[in-house]
């Protein structure tokens, strides 16, 4: 699975999409996807996964490279 995949199941899912896939998703992004990635999945997603990816960022001190 890429970042295209998940972007493609978070947009098909949307606001309907359950805690539980938001979060088999967000451990699958966190796995495959480059900072670059989160970020474009960030931007064009909302909902539950962009709730995870917040958190995710938060975490990380956010999506950039020192």
């Given at each position: ?9 978070v947009t098909f899912l949307g ?14 992004a966190k796995s495959c996807c ?31 490279r020192y």
């Amino acid at each position: 699975m890429d970042a295209d995949d998940i972007l493609n199941i978070v947009t098909f899912l949307g606001d309907e999409m359950t805690d539980e896939q938001a979060q088999r998703l967000m451990d699958q992004a966190k796995s495959c996807c480059s900072i670059a990635d989160m970020e474009r999945i960030k931007d064009a997603v909302g909902g539950p996964f962009y709730t995870l990816l917040s958190e995710f960022e938060g975490e990380m001190g956010g999506f950039h490279r020192y």
